[in-house]
């Protein structure tokens, strides 16, 4: 991302300003990073924010599920594939396999709605906008 040096200056009156305060505020940002989204990225005066929190869930249970798959591998390496029972191991890849599907699909169609529609992403945790 290329650094933020320019400046510009808008002239407010109190009530002005409370405003655009109130409405950065209600979209979790500041009066800066508002602005800046409402005039360089919105046609229609309107800001969509897509939360992606469930998208960083989503990647932490993946964390745990690869883990887990870690273990699965170092046990059969140690043990042996006879050690272990064939029908549970087919029955968890199943399960990461799907895991891994639907989490594949879901951003692929939060990315296409994201160009679609001009969306800014935001992580849910501070209300930060993304990109």
């Known amino acids: 991302m290329e650094p933020r040096t320019e400046r510009f200056y808008i002239r407010m009156s109190r009530t002005e300003k409370r405003r655009l305060m109130k409405r950065a505020e209600h979209y979790h940002m ?67 396999v799907e895991t891994f599907e639907q989490i594949a699909n879901a951003l692929i169609s939060l990315r296409k709605e994201i160009a679609k529609h001009g969306v800014i992403l935001s992580d849910g945790d501070d209300g930060s906008v993304l990109g």
């Not at 870690?70 to 272990?84: C, E, P, R, V």
């Open 30 to 96: 500041t009066a800066s990073d508002f602005a800046r989204t409402l005039l360089l990225q919105s046609d229609d005066g309107f800001i969509r924010i897509v939360d992606i929190a469930p998208f960083k869930n989503a990647l932490y249970e993946l964390s745990k599920q690869g883990t887990n798959l870690n273990q699965l591998m170092k046990f059969l390496n140690t043990h042996g594939a006879g050690s272990y029972d064939s029908y549970k191991t087919r029955q968890m890849l199943r399960k990461e």
